[in-house]
């Protein structure tokens, strides 16, 4: 990948491809290059941290009682045939 022929699809490759990665590759730079002189590149990358950010800021949802109870019933009666094998 050289300087003058990074395309927006070569970053959001690489941005897919390195997510969660603090990376200083060469390519890491020229892609940094890219998305700063890039309008469409900028929102996009920014609009996937906040979404990342939104996600982990987001409490984890805790079934009740009674749905935890129905899973495991289901679970049970999944497993059960496959005990008398």
Known sequence: MSDQNILCEDVLEH???NLDEELNSPNCEQIRVHINECP????????????????????????????????????????????HK
Do not use: G, Q
């Not at 990358?45 to 079934?63: E, G, M, Q, R, V």
């Open 15 to 17: 941005i897919c491809v």
């Open 40 to 83: 469409d590149c900028y929102a996009y990358l920014k609009s996937l941290k906040t979404t990342i950010n939104l996600y982990k800021d987001y409490p984890s949802p805790c079934p009740s009682e009674s749905a935890k109870r129905s899973i495991e019933e289901s679970i049970l009666k999944k497993i059960e045939p496959l005990r």
